[in-house]
């Protein structure tokens, strides 16, 4: 055996029990207790599984009587029952006040434990589907938790700090602006500038890898009062004199194995070399995003004069005693004074000054960090939000149900008790007892069941082509949540039936007769079922929309071609190229390629279709278009090379492509869409008229650009020749499966220049799905709650029909018996389940015609109302119903005339 | 210390109690060799966990039926916290009593059916 320092975990677990439960031993023997468990732990008598478990299960029991009976010994002393510690068998004595509680509580427990115990399938189906209801709604909570509250730990006093935003609400600021905000703020102690991006990092004898990296002001750090686990933060000039980085702790660890000799390394940022001077605090989130930076660099120093570049991020550490309020009227005055200054930067197109808008570090995590047209966060967190509500309510009304079942099951032994003098508290509490055992058990396997699922989404074996590090952490919120959860559905499903159930009817209970069952009792259990199918229906119909609404973007027409085209991502600028060597690289790459076998065309774009990223660029004039007042032109746009509408199949339907002769020095060309002229130049013939100082040469047919089914946009499409850039997107169309191809492609540009990073080669395809991917995740969660909620709805239904029919086994044999005919049985009972459902039905459509506006952001091509999803999510319902009210009714119309009036 | 000099006072014991007697009335041991012993005497009927058994010696020390002895020379455990134990003569008496309580017992079942039915149910299966 190995000597460990400290004890195995299953010894101290039980040192720490013993400590616990039998204070009256004092610590001597207790540790002779552990030295003796110790013993018998490393036993090999012991060993295995089997031996442990019962070794276990010995050991607690031991510890549980032993730990009442010392408990009993204290008190019988304290009433001076007994002056000496005794080693003959003990004989109990009746208690009153707070000894009775004691005494209560524990007798509460252990009826309850041995009542669950003698129904073990019922505790079995209680604990499954509150687990289930409480795990979903604790990781949608961890979820609204990691978006919402959770700031990064560490920052000092997150509540003194403010973001800084130009012209919106979370609009991103220019260096120089962030310079003027941070010296003349005086409400400000300090503020610091952030801007999240990827950038390629190259570590000695590895492969180039894209990360996600702060570029941040020197001060960052100081400001959010974080530190370094090594080495040290920026300094001021940091920036001017030297490329240096600090690197995140989970980068630290993954790269260099946590090694304390990495300050001093060297590593290229984009290309560029820089040396390693820290190692950041575990657990730094970025300040937006719950996305982990893997390293910061000071902001690089040519954006530092660039006051059109708004790319950072701004945030504030108050002073004493100032807030929001005062940073807002100060920043106010300086914008005014901007405005005047640099017009250009702060007056917009249409004349407006562009305004500043101070929001608190809480508010900043509200809107998350996507631009502005993706779904608003607070969209996605209400319908999450509902969802839990839903998921909760529905388990809750199951496990409500079969507790009122239950406890009608048991009016006899209830009111036996009652007979013997038992008080109504005492009942209430004892059945109370039973459902916050339930909800208790229920709430610590969900806690687990959470536990493990983010343990595994942090290994990143989930990681469902997250392209960074999340952090979704369960912390102390979380298991606050779930403690609440538990305790609050305990008492909310326990009390309503502990309470009807303490007050039978005594005689009819005592005989053993089931006596009648409508009448308020009947009620409750009606209306819980009528939530759960309401609730079930809402989630159905909401999964229908989604399903229907990615059905819908799959069919439509994208209006281009993805099927077989490559693409290949190049950013030479991390190759320090210039502009000109860049032309040469691009001009050299077509052909190259081209020669390849199975290519059937190459041409080079910006941006991917679909694809991430996108350029918007502003229109000062158009020839023949006067601007509405107030009116900016911002249009979608592209830069392309000759050939490539003819690759992505993207058809010209006036004028021509761009061709070689497209180049600098030659007159500007420019290629718009269909919705282009409409919009633009009124329908009439574009050809030859003025966009800018460009000519328009060409018009291509419409199609999708940002996501699959969105109403055609104005776009519009510039030669590359005309406007080199270094970061182009390679698209190569081949003759057979792309991807067979794709390897050789990616060789040959890397043998243009082998130390060119060359990021994620991707087919045209892939990206284009990726533009769906947050429909896809929300229809999986909907469609997965969703038929857990139809499962439990049908549960509820089947249990109440199940139990109405054996309470009218009487009446239902009096009917047989007088004559009616069994299908008659049948359909009366069937009628009855489906009256129960209907009227839920009824509420869950009103509900969901009203929840489904909130879902209209993401749907495409289908309508909120969509009748499809509506009455799919009826139909599933009703033939959920029939089939769960046909069992019993069947089981009923068997019912033996004789028998069941003989049961009286 | 309130103990009572009368051996009968204590009778009758519970049976583990009468078992860690039994044990520490031929040798002095420490609890893991105390739980390992009653239970290869008991053919594993009687297992006690490591709470059960201390708060029963506890009990038994204070009643003047055990007493702790310094470690035995030969001992070979490494451990500080063992403690050894052995029965006092006044332990000893009180299970003598506690076998004579049922040895009598036995004399006055030997009279009844009762065991002669439960011999022919064993002998039987």
Redesign the interface.
């Known amino acids: 055996m190995t000597v460990d320092r400290q004890p195995p975990f299953a010894i101290r677990l039980?040192a720490r029990l013993?400590r616990l439960?039998?204070p009256s031993?004092?610590p001597e023997?207790a540790?002779?207790?552990?030295?003796?468990?110790?013993?018998?732990y490393v036993?090999p008598a012991n060993a295995g599984i089997r031996k442990r478990v019962r070794l276990w299960s010995?050991?607690l029991?031991?510890?549980c009587?032993?730990?009442f009976?010392?408990y009993r010994e204290r008190r019988d002393a304290r009433r001076g029952n007994s002056?000496?510690?005794?080693?003959?068998?003990v004989t109990r004595h009746p208690g009153r006040g707070f000894r009775t509680l004691c005494d209560n509580v524990s007798q509460d427990l252990r009826y309850a434990a041995r009542s669950l115990a003698r129904t073990p399938g019922f505790a079995l189906v209680v604990v499954l589907s509150l687990t289930l209801g409480m795990s979903v709604s604790t990781a949608l909570f961890s979820l609204v938790n990691t978006m919402l509250f959770r700031l990064p730990p560490h920052v000092e006093s997150p509540h003194e700090l403010v973001r800084i935003n130009v012209g919106g609400t979370w609009g991103p600021t220019s260096y120089p602006d962030f310079v003027d905000f941070r010296d003349q703020i005086e409400a400000l102690e300090d503020a610091a500038a952030f801007g999240t991006g990827r950038v390629v990092v190259t570590v000695p004898e590895r492969p180039p890898r894209s990360v996600t990296a702060d570029a941040v002001s020197e001060n960052y750090f100081d400001v959010l009062g974080v530190s370094t686990v090594h080495g040290r933060s920026f300094v001021a000039d940091d920036g001017r004199t030297a490329d240096v980085v600090v690197i995140g702790y989970g980068f630290w660890q993954r790269e260099f194995g946590g090694d304390p000799e990495v300050l001093g390394r060297r590593i290229g940022v984009d290309g560029r070399e820089h040396t390693i001077v820290g190692v950041a605090e575990p657990g730094l989130i970025g300040l937006v995003d719950p996305v982990v930076p893997d390293l910061w660099y000071p902001v690089e120093l040519r954006f530092r004069e660039m006051r059109n570049r708004r790319s950072l991020g701004v945030i504030g550490r108050l002073k004493d005693g100032m807030g929001k309020t005062q940073v807002q009227s100060q920043a106010d005055l300086i914008a005014q004074r901007l405005q005047s200054e640099y017009p250009a930067d702060w007056v917009s197109l249409n004349g407006e000054p562009i305004p500043v808008v101070v929001r608190t570090l809480k508010e900043g995590r509200m809107a998350g960090g996507g631009g502005g047209d993706e779904p608003p966060a607070v969209a996605i967190l209400a319908i999450l939000v509902t969802i839990m509500a839903l998921i909760l309510g529905i388990a809750c009304s199951n496990v409500a149900n079969l507790m009122l079942t239950r406890a009608q099951r048991r009016r006899t032994e209830i009111a036996v008790r009652v007979a013997l003098g038992a008080g109504r508290g005492r009942l209430v509490s004892q059945l109370l007892t039973e459902s916050l055992i339930l909800a208790g058990a229920a709430g610590a396997s969900a806690f687990l069941v959470i536990h493990w699922v983010t343990a595994l989404l942090a290994s990143g074996q989930l990681a469902m082509g997250l392209p960074a590090t999340v952090d979704f952490t369960v912390d102390w919120r979380v298991a606050v949540f779930t403690a609440v959860v538990a305790l609050g559905t305990g008492i909310v499903f326990g009390l309503v039936p502990a309470l009807q159930a303490s007050r039978p009817d005594l005689v009819p209970a005592l005989k053993g007769l089931g006596g009648a069952v409508r009448g308020r009792f009947f009620g409750v259990r009606h209306l819980l079922v009528m939530i759960q199918v309401a609730g079930s229906l809402i989630l159905l119909v909401g999964a229908t929309l989604f399903l229907r609404s990615l059905a819908e973007a799959g069919r439509a027409d994208l209006g281009f071609d993805p099927e077989n085209v490559a693409v290949i991502s190049v950013d030479l600028a991390q190759r320090q190229y210039t502009p000109e060597a860049g032309e040469q690289f691009y001009s050299d790459v077509i052909p190259r390629l081209s020669s390849l076998p199975g290519v059937e065309s190459v041409a080079i774009a910006m941006t991917v279709l679909l694809g991430p990223g996108r350029t918007l660029w502003g229109l000062r004039s158009i020839e023949g278009y006067e601007p509405a007042p107030g009116e900016t032109i911002v249009v979608d746009g592209n830069v392309v090379t000759p050939g490539y509408f003819d690759l992505v199949r993207m058809p010209l339907v006036m004028g021509r492509d761009f061709t070689d002769r497209d180049r600098d020095g030659a007159p500007e060309v420019i290629i718009v869409n269909e919705t282009f002229v409409d919009r633009y130049f009124g329908g009439e013939n574009p050809l030859g008229r003025g966009v800018g100082s460009r000519e328009v040469v060409g018009v291509v047919r419409d199609a999708t650009y940002e996501r699959p089914g969105e109403p055609a946009t104005p776009h519009l499409w510039l030669s590359y020749a005309q406007h080199p850039e270094l970061a182009m997107r390679v698209h190569i169309r081949t003759a057979a499966n792309v991807l067979t191809v794709l390897p050789a492609l990616v060789r040959e540009v890397q043998g243009m220049d082998p130390a060119l990073p060359i990021l994620e080669p991707s087919t045209m395809k892939a990206l284009t799905a990726e533009a769906t991917l947050p429909q896809r995740i929300m229809s999986m969660v909907l469609g997965v709650t969703g038929v857990l909620a139809l499962g439990m709805a049908m549960m509820g239904i089947y249990g109440v029909m199940a139990f109405a029919v054996s309470q009218r086994t009487r009446e239902v044999g009096l009917r047989v018996a007088l004559g009616a005919h069994p299908g008659k049985v049948v359909r009366m009972i069937v009628k009855e389940g489906l009256l129960l459902s209907g009227t839920g039905l009824l509420v869950g459509l009103g509900v969901a015609a009203l929840l489904t506006r909130a879902l209209s952001v993401f749907l495409y091509g289908v309508s909120p109302l969509d009748p499809t999803a509506l009455l799919g999510g009826l139909g599933m319902l009703l033939a959920a119903s029939v089939a769960a009210t046909l069992v019993p009714a069947l089981r009923a119309a068997q019912v033996d005339p004789m028998e069941s009036l003989r049961a009286e | 210390m309130?103990?009572?000099t009368n051996p009968k006072s204590?009778?009758?014991?519970?049976p583990h109690?009468f078992q860690i007697l039994l044990s520490l009335i031929q040798r002095e041991m420490?609890?893991?060799s105390l739980?390992k012993d009653i239970g290869a005497r008991t053919e594993g009927e009687m297992?006690?966990?490591?709470?059960?058994?201390?708060?029963?010696?506890?009990?038994?020390v204070?009643?003047g039926?055990l007493e702790e002895i310094q470690r035995p020379a030969d001992s070979d455990s490494e451990?500080g916290?063992?403690?050894y134990y052995r029965a006092t003569p006044f332990g000893r008496e009180v299970a003598r009593e506690e076998a004579l309580r049922i040895r009598r017992l036995d004399e006055m079942l030997a009279g009844t059916s009762l065991l002669g039915d439960a011999a022919s149910e064993n002998t039987g299966v």
């Open positions: 039980h013993v439960l039998i031993l004092g023997f540790d002779q207790v552990t030295a003796a468990f110790r013993d018998l036993d010995r050991e029991r031991s510890l009587t032993t730990s009976g010392e002056s000496r510690p005794s080693v003959r068998p | 309130a103990t009572t204590h009778l009758p014991l519970q109690v420490h609890g893991y739980i297992v006690l966990g490591t709470s059960t058994l201390y708060a029963a010696i506890k009990r038994m204070k009643a039926l451990d916290r063992r403690r």
